[in-house]
């Protein structure tokens, strides 16, 4: 009696200098979802993809009428296998991992999943988790799924392409997960002596794994553990500058005498060290935006209150539920409201 | 540090005779997908849910069309709860349990699905085990995800209301099961001097209780056990008739010796018991549009086979993996086609 045959056993994270010459996953399985940037310089690695489908990144792709567009252009394709057959590759940033991810989940009820992001935050941080959304209407990431990638393919050469603003963007997340983290490998990141994309490629697959690490011991979200990755995601995200959100949750932390001196002082010259300066906005937030921002954020626990992660020492993050109010106050006092 | 709340631990079957005059579910954190027709017959019932969505059933729901519009319109609605708070329940048929068991396995990447099945179909089959879809364009069921109810509630008045046609088709399910299962429930069923909706409700509990134990031990189709819930399905679907598919398998085992004479004949008595007899259609089938058919049917494993399930005796099926022509030769010599 044929089974369904079980994947082939890969491991989770590959890197590679450069596009592959030829796919492991056989290309004629494969439905590849990539970026249109990528046509011309990725030519070679496309021609190899019978069934293969550019899309345009950004939060246009993230809708549902995207979604069924999608489908009805795969379904004219005349692509059609069963689907523990089939692989979907998702060659792209934040927004195609997303898109192509949800995709990979629900194509005749969840179909295997390789990720090949192109740049630094979908590489250190968007591709892992399994972490799929579409938004509706105005609001984002309001449909979706946990579905792990079973592999993600890391290519230098495609990163290093993307431009170095994205190298900074990614050196927030880079920081954010040494801090949380705390292992050997932050001991090695901070006296490294590599700059810019050199620095990033080579704490890549730590920092992955650091992630990865916390992403198991809850995978669905439904314990709480995984919140710990949103250490200075709560100003971050109304500031959009994960960066900026991390030092207001360290000197907060720092404030509230739950992170000692010395770890300040670490995380602190960590970030130096990176080239990550603080930099409120020359205007800064009314207390009542700020208030209306975090209030509507998903991670809002009761009305009135947020969790918040405050960092107890490097490796050691503390959830702790608190009014908005007091998140507002200390933005004021730091600066970055009024 | 509030934690995600584990769902209430509730039973996953229960039965009552009425709609409840209020719901365990909370209805202020639930949103209610129910078909149209009950608007009036179940206004007390569905006047306790500020958030509820009348939808049409049928094949034109289970669009990706429709599921964006709902999106739209539950957002218009001003619902707004944090995920783990939140129950979808889906009042109607097999439609309707498809459409909004999707939408509560991606809704905030997943909320707690309550089904209220209204047809003797969705009550005996399609309500269990977990199966949720949308069609692309002409294909059936192309995307989906495998998402089991936290509950089912099963309600006989309304059951009841739904007509003297449907009874027949769950009869065919009823049956189907019983000859799967073939447990101490399946005695009874056999002297049982019940009929009709009668018959059905009492045989309910134990059928869905046996569907469960097999898709409980394959609950995403991945090692192939839940398949021989397709026992009857090859010809079943076809003829879109699962009744003659049953007799079509049960002639086609006992032809080939693998289903001895007297399980056999104890089979077609349980059919005949109750009232269900072989009817071939008037024009059989030609042999190219048969073979055409089940080249088609997704249970296809290789070109030219598919994955049939003969019966060894009642509790004891076999999935063999057969050509299509000894299908044809068996239905043309049964006289389902020419």
Redesign the interface.
């Known amino acids: 009696?044929?089974?369904?045959s079980k994947a082939p056993q890969t491991q989770y994270l590959t890197s590679l200098t450069q596009l592959p010459s030829r796919s492991r996953t056989k290309p004629e399985l494969a439905i590849l979802i990539y970026d249109r940037i990528f046509e011309k310089s990725a030519a070679e690695f496309l021609s190899h993809f019978p069934f293969k489908f550019a899309v345009t990144s950004g939060e246009s792709l993230k809708t549902?009428?995207s979604?069924?567009s999608f489908?009805?252009r795969?379904?004219?394709s005349g692509f059609d296998l069963?689907a523990r057959q089939i692989t979907v590759v998702a060659m792209g940033g934040g927004s195609v991992g997303d898109f192509a991810g949800?995709f990979a989940?629900?194509?005749?009820?969840?179909v295997r999943l390789v990720h090949l992001p192109t740049t630094w935050l979908a590489a250190i941080d968007s591709a892992h988790g399994g972490?799929t959304?579409l938004n509706?209407?105005g609001?984002k990431n309001?449909?979706?799924?946990?579905y792990p990638a079973a592999s993600t393919c890391l290519v230098r050469s495609i990163l290093e392409s993307s431009g170095d603003r994205q190298v900074v963007d990614a050196f927030g997340e880079l920081v954010k997960i040494a801090i949380i983290d705390g292992g050997a490998w932050v001991d090695a990141l901070e006296s490294s002596r590599l700059h810019g994309s050199a620095l990033l490629w080579k704490f890549l697959k730590p920092a992955v794994e650091s992630k990865m690490k916390i992403v198991r011991r809850d995978p669905?979200?439904?314990?709480?553990l995984r919140q710990v990755l949103n250490f200075g995601h709560t100003l971050g995200h109304v500031l959009a500058a994960i960066t900026q959100g991390l030092f207001f949750a360290l000197e907060f932390s720092h404030q509230r005498r739950l992170l000692k001196d010395a770890s300040f002082e670490r995380a602190m010259s960590l970030m130096a060290g990176l080239g990550l300066v603080p930099n409120p906005p020359a205007k800064a937030l009314s207390a009542g935006d700020l208030t209306r921002a975090l209030l509507t954020d998903?991670k809002?626990?009761a009305a009135g209150s947020v969790?918040f992660v405050f960092l107890r020492d490097f490796g050691r993050c503390e959830?702790?539920?608190i009014p908005v109010t007091e998140i507002v106050a200390e933005a004021r006092r730091q600066g970055w409201a009024q």
Chains 1, 2 share one sequence.
Do not use: D, N, W
Request: aromatic share 10%; hydrophobic share 25%.
């Open positions: 009696m044929p089974q369904r549902i009428e979604f069924s489908c009805e795969l379904s004219r069963p949800f989940s629900v194509y005749k009820r969840g972490k959304a509706v209407g609001a309001q449909i979706g799924t946990f669905r979200e439904e314990k709480g998903k809002r626990e969790t959830r702790k539920s």
